[in-house]
């Protein structure tokens, strides 16, 4: 079985450069979520998708930051303008379904970098 | 307000020692779930155990064993006999099952583990 595929592994912007970030989720989960991962901390969940609904973007700043699911499968987040606190590590992960025992499979992450 | 602290941040110990990663956490609900989440250098988190909040049975798997008290609010995590490829970061999440929840994960800050030859 396939896992989370995340793309790019890497980025390096400038700030106030616009930078989107592709997450494909295992088949057939259909909850799918975007965590932040700041240097030394815990991963912090940006926004939550039901299939194509948003369940829950609270930590979402959304003067910057956005995502969709579009059909229910790949997501991407984008972040335009970026800036130097965003640098950090972006954690896709999906479920079966949404809910508080259902075990979460995260991808690799990807890593970016803001100057 | 933190859910779960994970008050050792780094820790390091020598090859066959046995090492605990302590985890506090809070709530209101009645029923929540805690894990537990490796982070090896590789980056990826790897999922370790679950516990639903009505389970208090202590669990031993392989080398590893989890420890959940309710009446301190506390998940503990021991390695026994350690090895240099349980060097890692080890996060302790909890998730909710009240309704407002999107039962994402809340992560404590992590403990990094190094075990040395």
């Known amino acids: 079985e396939a896992g989370v595929a995340q793309s790019p592994r890497y980025k390096i912007i400038e700030k106030r450069q616009s930078v989107a970030f592709w997450c494909n989720p295992i088949?057939?989960?259909?909850?799918l979520y975007w965590y932040q991962q700041i240097l030394g901390q815990g991963p912090k969940l940006l926004i939550q998708?039901?299939?194509?609904?948003?369940?829950?973007d609270s930590q979402l700043p959304k003067d910057r930051f956005s995502a969709e699911r579009l059909k229910g499968v790949d997501s991407t987040l984008k972040i335009q303008p970026a800036k130097l606190e965003d640098s950090a590590v972006y954690l896709c992960?999906?479920?079966?379904?949404?809910?508080?025992?259902?075990?979460?499979?995260f991808g690799p992450g990807t890593r970016l970098t803001v100057l | 307000a933190q859910k779960v602290t994970q008050a050792q941040t780094e820790i390091s110990v020598v090859e066959k020692e046995d090492v605990t990663l302590d985890c506090v956490y809070e709530?209101?609900?009645?029923?929540?779930?805690l894990f537990w989440y490796k982070q090896p250098p590789s980056g990826e988190l790897v999922f370790l155990i679950r516990?639903?909040?009505?389970?208090?049975q202590n669990e031993i798997s392989g080398r590893y064993s989890w420890n959940f008290q309710k009446s301190t609010s506390s998940f503990n995590f021991t390695i026994t006999a350690s090895q240099v490829v349980d060097s890692a970061v080890y996060f302790c999440?909890?998730?909710?099952?009240?309704?407002?929840?999107?039962?994402?994960?809340?992560f404590g800050k992590g403990t990094s583990l190094l075990v040395t030859p």
């Open positions: 992960a999906s479920s079966l379904v949404g809910s508080s025992y259902n075990e979460q499979f």
């Open positions: 088949s057939g989960h259909a909850t």
């Open positions: 998708f039901q299939n194509n609904g948003v369940v829950d």
């Open positions: 709530t209101r609900d009645t029923t929540y779930y």
């Open positions: 516990r639903n909040s009505f389970d208090e």
């Open positions: 999440a909890l998730s909710e099952a009240g309704s407002n929840s999107g039962y994402a994960l809340n």
